[in-house]
């Protein structure tokens, strides 16, 4: 089938039903045109009144109506033709020509429309999707809004391989030889019988040939047929986390002739997975180092872009990273893709909810009738990735503790199985959220006043829930009992914030194996401790690796001033604040002590200093807060106050020196945190700088020093862009000195503008609380950064970025489009 690109030229408005639009014209808009994916609700404006809330980071929800229009030429006729969307958010309906031509309520699996009977050959026809998200609460986070991924037309013979008809397996996967599993799913929507064959060829990454098969089928008017291959391929190179190779599979249809063609990528490699070694890839035990993300990029909102989720892959794997679960959805084929290519392990998740909704409008509404097409699409998008090794069938679903609702969750495994045999399934199992009806009531009796206790929400249960009862429900007989069968229907068992249970799993069984599929930032050292310990503790997923939008300020450092005692933040924050890379991918502190606490650094200490204005204040405590530090020594107007200098490191002992003064030499790991020291001292300009020893000798050292006075300093981290692509260009923008010390006490407003061959998909900084929209021009820095995005425009040329500031030499870059 023909795949091309059909993202180009769409129009969107709010929806407006029929009889709406005829007594009220006036909630009638004029379309505007847009370019998918497309995310309306980022381009919307924020109010704490809006029902989205701290959950949807307070932003405007509309139903919205996308249209666009096509010419489908004469001799396309007799041939069959689908749309593919990749995700819409949410509720979709489709219409071509007026004609209802399908409809798909989950807003994160891909669906395809047969739309070949509703088609004018030879003329102009009107494509119309509705996206009902209007309706709110319809998610914990930020959702986004609209056709917020790509969509495809596909063109095809009536006679073709099938929409995700190829599907790839390596039973067999050695240094020296691999067997290549290949069953191709054929179909013939015409009457007449018909003989073909279907040709298949291996290709290297270089395109050469190094395998093929052709196999001899006969298939009866509008029947489906699977051809199944074994193909040897000899010294295979395997797919793994240092070099993830990546083959092609190209499908030939013949059937007098070329009646169809389709190429696929895929890695060679092996799964196995027992308690004593646990997860091995190509026999090799790995330990999941893992992140959990959630689907939007920031000031990009939910719009999947190619390069967004490549930048985001390629900055995981460079800081340490190894493994990505997706919360709480099928993960983007565009993600996928970037995982495949940059060599990192995906957990992905089938959804937040089963039949019970967490939120009003949630995909509880429709689980019971579409769960099982939603999870055939996932397994089906994911089965040709070598970086998925593990399916969650949930995350946090309270039916885990039912006697009669578990049952769920052995349907939805059994149908995986049924399509997939090669990988593992988990479910992401938060243990109190599973009895609920027996921990709200001790809640009310012991904490009446507690926001959980009132509410039963589970993220404000586990916020408010005191450590001796919390200890007592995680290991007790009455938790046991009620997830016993949730268990037993896995493959891998997934706790949420549960390390205590880590420990007890081999006394229930010698056959369990755990992972931490979700787990509070700060608690690496203990819970890595763990995992390497134990063959059966496969990894840990950090709740979260990267920020998100909305679930606001769960990550807010508070003092007692300003503490938040919710679980959300009040308005105007927007983000959660939780993540090791903020919202424009630069990486916090507790990136780089995880990094060392996995081994990476090569002993590189690293150093982050607490804010001096907040110096004596206790903090607040939560899951998602590691300190309020940055890595800075620029501290104007404190010369001379007690400041606190943080030192992370795998080293036995570190020393901090002051403009060459030391501070005093101590061991590495207090009653804070392991890998982890620090020095209550005082400020002063100049440099500040750690050194650590093994054994008395000097292993590594790391600086910092005061910035002066700042200019623009602004970096491209694309060469060029191609016309009419989801191309985007990251540019960041900083204050630095003339020694490129970044200057994060210095605020600026910082004014960008685009000319030429580009479009400014978005701007914005990494504050978590703020008013400002990721569509104006003018921001103000965080921290002495902002980032802006540039997309390829349709036309070649070059585009030109701007950026101002008061007081300061603009600087111009320049993106050539090609």
Same mark, same amino acid.
């Not at 509880?364 to 990735?385: C, I, L, P, T």
């Not at 503490?563 to 983000?575: E, M, Q």
């Not at 650094?601 to 607040?620: D, E, I, L, S, W």
């Given at each position: ?110 669906? %395809? ?13 009107? !494509? ?36 995700? =008809? ?208 939603? !999870? ?191 679980? %959300? ?67 104007? =107007? ?29 061991? !590495? ?6 890998? %982890?020291?620090?020095?209550?001292? !005082? ?136």
């Amino acid at each position: 089938m023909l795949r091309e690109n059909f993202n180009d030229n769409w129009k969107v408005c709010r929806s407006v039903a029929a009889l709406d639009a005829l007594f009220y014209p006036e909630k009638v808009q004029e379309p505007k045109p847009v370019t998918l994916p497309h995310d309306a609700m980022i381009c919307s404006g924020r109010s704490p009144e809006y029902p989205t809330a701290g959950g949807g980071a307070f932003f405007k929800a509309e139903n919205l109506e996308y249209t666009k229009t096509f010419f489908v030429p004469k001799e396309d006729q007799g041939k069959v033709i689908y749309l593919e969307f990749e995700g819409v958010m949410q509720y979709a309906f489709v219409w071509v020509n007026g004609g209802f031509a399908g409809q798909h309520p989950y807003a994160y699996s891909n669906f %395809y429309v047969n739309i070949t009977d509703f088609l004018r050959f030879g003329e102009v026809n009107t !494509v119309k999707v509705i996206a009902k998200n209007g309706a709110q609460p319809n998610s914990r986070w930020y959702s986004g809004g609209g056709i917020y991924r790509n969509v495809k037309i596909i063109k095809g013979e009536p006679l073709h391989i099938s929409m995700d =008809g190829v599907m790839i397996s390596t039973p067999i996967a050695e240094s020296d030889r691999a067997v290549v599993e290949v069953r191709t799913k054929i179909e013939n929507e015409n009457l007449g019988f018909r003989c073909g064959w279907l040709k298949t060829v291996i290709r290297d990454e270089d395109g050469a040939e190094v395998a093929k098969e052709r196999t001899k089928f006969h298939i009866f008017s509008e029947g489906t047929l699977t051809v199944q291959q074994r193909i040897y391929v000899k010294n295979p190179k395997l797919w793994n986390l240092d070099a993830p190779y990546l083959y092609t599979c190209e499908s030939i249809l013949e059937s007098e002739e070329i009646r169809d063609k389709t190429a696929v990528s895929f890695g060679i490699r092996s799964l196995t997975l027992d308690p004593e070694r646990g997860l091995q890839l190509n026999r090799r035990t790995v330990k999941l180092k893992g992140g959990c993300i959630h689907h939007d990029n920031g000031m990009l909102g939910a719009a999947t872009f190619e390069d967004a989720e490549l930048r985001r892959a390629m900055l995981h794997k460079q800081a340490g990273y190894n493994a990505l679960r997706s919360a709480h959805y099928p993960m983007s084929k565009a993600m996928l893709d970037a995982c495949d290519r940059t060599g990192l392990l995906v957990m992905d998740e089938f959804t937040d909810v089963w039949t019970s909704c967490k939120c009003d409008f949630d995909y509880g509404f429709s689980f019971a009738e579409w769960w099982e097409r939603d !999870v055939e699409q996932m397994v089906y998008k994911d089965y040709n990735h070598p970086c998925v090794v593990l399916y969650s069938i949930g995350n946090e679903i309270p039916e885990a503790g039912s006697p009669t609702d578990a049952s769920w969750g052995r349907k939805i495994a059994e149908k995986i199985r049924s399509i997939d045999k090669t990988r593992y399934i988990t479910n992401a199992l938060n243990l109190p959220g599973a009895i609920l009806d027996v921990v709200v009531p001790m809640m009310r009796a012991q904490k009446p006043e507690s926001a959980g206790a009132k509410s039963g929400e589970i993220n404000q249960v586990s916020k408010d829930m005191q450590q001796d009862m919390r200890s007592w429900i995680l290991n007790s007989d009455i938790m046991q009992e009620r997830i016993e069968e949730s268990c037993g229907v896995l493959d891998v068992i997934g706790y949420n914030y549960t390390t205590e249970r880590y420990e007890n799993e081999p006394k229930l069984s010698p056959n369990r194996i755990v992972v931490g599929s979700e787990t509070s930032p700060a608690a690496l050292a203990e819970n890595w401790e763990l995992v390497e310990k134990h063959g059966y503790l496969i990894g840990d997923f950090s709740w979260t690796s990267w920020d998100y939008l909305g679930e606001v300020g769960i990550g807010h450092f508070g003092y007692e001033d300003d503490k938040i005692d919710r679980f %959300y933040g009040d308005y105007p924050w927007i983000a959660a604040y939780s993540g090791d890379f903020d919202l424009t991918g630069f990486r916090r502190p507790i990136s780089f002590w995880r990094e060392i606490i996995w081994g990476g650094r090569n002993h590189t200490p690293y150093m982050a200093v607490q804010r001096p204005g907040r110096y004596g204040q206790k903090p607040a405590d939560g899951n998602h807060i590691w300190t309020d530090s940055i890595s800075s020594w620029t501290w104007p =107007g404190y010369e001379g106050h007690p400041i606190i200098a943080e030192v992370y490191s795998d080293a036995e002992e570190a020393e901090l020196f002051i403009n060459g003064i030391s501070q005093g030499r101590k061991p !590495v790991g207090d009653e804070f945190k392991k890998f %982890y020291c620090k020095w209550e001292t !005082v400020y002063e300009t100049g440099e500040v700088e750690a050194v650590t020893y093994i054994g008395g000798k000097e292993v590594g050292r790391f600086r910092l020093k005061t910035a002066g006075t700042p200019r623009l300093r602004v970096e491209k981290e694309s060469e060029s862009l191609r016309a009419g692509t989801n191309d985007l260009c990251f540019i960041n923008i900083e204050l630095a000195d003339e020694n490129g010390i970044l200057n994060t006490a210095v605020q600026k407003d910082i004014t960008v503008s685009l000319t030429g061959a580009g479009i400014l998909q978005a701007s914005g900084s990494a504050d978590p609380r703020t008013e400002e929209n990721y569509y104006d021009t003018t921001h103000k820095t965080f921290y002495g950064r902002v980032l802006a995005v540039v997309r390829a425009g349709e036309e070649k040329g070059t585009a030109r970025l701007t950026v101002s500031a008061e007081g300061m030499d603009s600087v111009v870059v320049e993106i050539p489009v090609v």
